[in-house]
């Protein structure tokens, strides 16, 4: 088997050690004592939406989780593993950051998958573990659904959805309200458009515009 694509990250890496290392040293240097974020972004695994490029930020800077849909999970105990819930946990109780910015994107594969239910019924290591995590947008799906039918304009719906129903389920935790209401967290809500390169930010109303 090839492995081209591990080699040109190797490759990648050396570009990296040897121009941006060296003109970040004392930014490294500093970071090697502790990471202090004050922004945590929630967002996508998709390889096209990179918060740090979007956001032009530097290491050190944003506090990142990514994974399907850029969904967050209401508070719930049980037996599953809570890969999200730690994360969210460990920023706002551990480091404390000041703001969670939770951002969608346009040709979401998730939002596809949870719009279609592409792999309902199907075993875990098959597509399973996929239609369990996109089923937290089943509500905002049917609702959509009857409103807009099943086209395009439907999808985009629920991709700007994912971000509302993400920081619905931020708010169940209790360390957010609490946070929140002493003034001392503030969640945004943004959603990508990858066929522009448009960030739109939602507003308080809920609705989003360009940035």
Request: charged share 20%; hydrophobic share 40%.
């Amino acid at each position: 088997m090839s492995h081209k694509h591990f080699s040109d990250l190797v490759a990648g890496y050396r570009r990296f050690r040897a121009e941006d290392w060296p003109r970040e040293h004392a930014r490294w240097a500093e970071l090697t004592h502790g990471q202090k974020p004050k922004v945590m972004v929630i967002a996508c695994s998709d390889s096209r939406v990179d918060p740090a490029t979007i956001f032009g930020t530097h290491p050190g800077e944003v506090f990142v989780v990514r994974n399907i849909a850029n969904l967050v999970p209401p508070f719930e105990l049980g037996g599953g593993r809570h890969g999200v819930s730690a994360a969210l946990e460990f920023a706002v109780t551990q480091l404390e950051v000041e703001e969670i910015v939770v951002m969608g994107h346009g040709e979401c594969g998730g939002v596809h998958a949870a719009f279609s239910h592409r792999f309902a019924g199907a075993r875990p290591g098959e597509g399973g573990f996929i239609a369990h995590w996109v089923d937290l947008l089943d509500e905002a799906r049917d609702r959509i659904v009857k409103q807009h039918g099943h086209g395009p304009e439907a999808i985009r719906a629920l991709e700007l959805e994912t971000v509302r129903v993400s920081i619905a389920n931020l708010r169940t935790f209790p360390c957010i309200p609490e946070r929140e209401a002493k003034g001392l967290l503030t969640i945004h809500g943004a959603y990508f458009a990858i066929a522009d390169g448009v960030l739109h930010v939602m507003g308080e109303n809920g609705q989003f515009a360009p940035a």
